[in-house]
């Protein structure tokens, strides 16, 4: 048995490290095995096997409908696949607001089920209580502020958050509150980018922006909005680094031709 650690060459320690020597965090999503293992291979520091699985995976508008059995099913998959990189887990819609008991369990079913290393929640001082006990059950979690698409039926829009100052300053003390609780990092959502720089110099633990601007201490991208397999979604914040929408187009137009005209399988693809 290994005394050494997590076994994880990434671990929650490493991140605080990097920030303080300036180091930047790439952090992407991942939902499935062969997908994880890439992403690994690729020398990423966090994947999060995000709820934006119920949109990417599963087609629906919003990350509502997306269940804790679901999230733990995309993270025992991407759990078999990787090595290197922390893995981070949504707790999904309606499993830890409101009851810091059901949150602890949600919690502990993730971490029980998939051996992830931590789970992400949304939101700030409203759900402490909730915060709160998972961290007394030793379970690392990440914050997330600013757009947090759970609350979509709130905002009404995926547009900006906290350009107005009260909400600025609400979101400002909601960073330092889980950063105090213990939670050992942030994700902040489609802010300002001036506004995510005063919350990364305020706070120790890293700050990782989605549409958040520069000056964060990493980034975080959907997978599936990076590869350009959505090619509906372009918000301002994205840089593609791939166009699989029309290369995957291509292939499936190819191989449909090609079964049409009798020319897949040839002789050498056949016993
Ligand atoms: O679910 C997700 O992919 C996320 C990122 C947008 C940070 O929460």
New binding site residues.
């Given amino acids: 048995m290994s005394t050494e650690g997590t076994g994880r060459v990434l671990t929650t320690h490493k991140l605080l490290e990097m920030k303080e020597r300036g180091e930047k965090i790439a952090m992407l999503?991942a939902y499935d095995y062969t997908s994880a293992k890439i992403v690994d291979a690729a020398g990423i520091d966090i994947i999060?096997v995000?709820?934006?699985a119920a949109n990417v995976m599963a087609g629906h508008e919003t990350?509502l409908p997306i269940t804790l059995d679901q999230m733990i099913y995309h993270a025992q998959s991407v759990m078999r696949a990787v090595k290197n990189p922390l893995v981070v887990v949504?707790l999904p819609f309606g499993t830890y607001q409101g009851n810091s008991k059901e949150a602890l369990h949600s919690a502990v079913r993730i971490m029980k089920e998939s051996e992830a290393d931590a789970v992400?929640l949304e939101g700030g001082v409203e759900i402490m209580e909730s915060i709160q006990r998972i961290l007394s059950a030793g379970i690392p979690i990440m914050g997330?502020l600013g757009l947090t698409?759970q609350s979509i039926h709130k905002f009404g829009t995926y547009a900006v958050r906290a350009k107005e100052k009260a909400e600025a300053e609400k979101l400002i003390a909601d960073a330092h509150a889980l950063e105090d609780a213990g939670c050992f990092a942030l994700?902040l959502?489609k802010i300002p980018a001036l506004l995510a720089k005063r919350i990364t110099e305020e706070l120790k633990i890293p700050v990782i922006g989605?549409g958040a601007g520069k000056y964060c201490d990493g980034q975080?991208l959907?997978m599936h909005d990076m590869l350009g397999l959505n090619n509906k979604f372009s918000p301002r914040f994205l840089r593609r680094y791939a166009n699989l929408y029309d290369e995957y187009l291509n292939a499936f137009k190819n191989y449909v031709a090609d079964v049409k005209s009798c020319d897949f399988p040839n002789d050498s693809e056949q016993y």
């Fill in positions: 999503t999060l995000g709820d934006s990350t949504d992400k997330h698409p994700v959502e989605i975080v959907v």
